[in-house]
């Protein structure tokens, strides 16, 4: 499986509600977080049912149970750090074509650079990360039904380039073991590395560095 990111350029709406207890507001951010049926900026196509079960079972295991937590800015890889955390989303449901989420800003470090960002008035957006491949049919990029999605991250710049990331990522084939996930391809590297004698070790990351840039 392979880590596999979308970013939105839909506007977000900022949106302060009073706390339950009445003692002050919390922000939220509502918007699109995902689409389906759509070609996205990465060329790929979400299948609405694909997309249906990922986000059913995401509501299930993580909305409902207050474990669907995201980050700012995308991490290196699938799992959630924590100390990076600074939202949580609290609905995903559909609108035609579109899953329309709502997240709270937490008041975690990272979330209160968020609100900063909001009262500052800069524009932010969101990026959704799962795990899963794809398949080529009729010259289009089609998301496979073992998509799973892991969470939907706020961005500082949804519109800006990213291919490179996206492509370092999206050519390391990511595995489980023990319970964690673990890139296979990286690991690969290293260990073709460590096998190859003193003298021919420029040779061979030269041919390393070429294989990796192929799968950007």
Request: charged content about 30%; glycine content about 10%; some cysteine.
């Amino acid at each position: 499986m392979k880590l596999i990111t979308e970013h939105l350029e839909d506007k977000l709406e900022y949106i302060t509600e009073a706390k339950k207890n009445g003692e002050g507001k919390d922000t939220y951010i509502e918007g699109i977080f995902m689409q389906a049926e759509k070609q996205n900026r990465n060329n790929r196509i979400y299948p609405k049912e694909v997309l249906a079960e990922a986000t059913k079972k995401y509501v299930s295991e993580q909305v409902k149970t207050g474990r669907a937590v995201g980050e700012l800015n995308h991490p290196e890889g699938p799992a959630i750090n924590l100390d990076k955390v600074s939202h949580r989303i609290t609905e995903l449901k559909w609108n035609g074509d579109d899953v329309v989420g709502k997240a709270l800003v937490l008041d975690t470090p990272m979330g209160k650079i968020v609100k900063g960002l909001v009262e500052g008035g800069c524009k932010l957006g969101v990026s959704s990360r799962g795990m899963g491949t794809v398949e080529q049919k009729e010259g289009k990029t089609f998301v496979k039904d073992d998509f799973v999605l892991a969470t939907v991250d706020i961005v500082q710049d949804p519109s800006a380039p990213s291919a490179f990331v996206e492509g370092i990522m999206e050519g390391v084939e990511w595995i489980w073991e023990n319970g964690i996930l673990k890139p296979q391809q990286i690991e690969e590297y290293e260990t073709e590395i460590k096998k190859v004698p003193m003298g021919r070790i420029s040779e061979a990351q030269e041919r390393i560095f070429g294989d990796f840039l192929s799968k950007l």
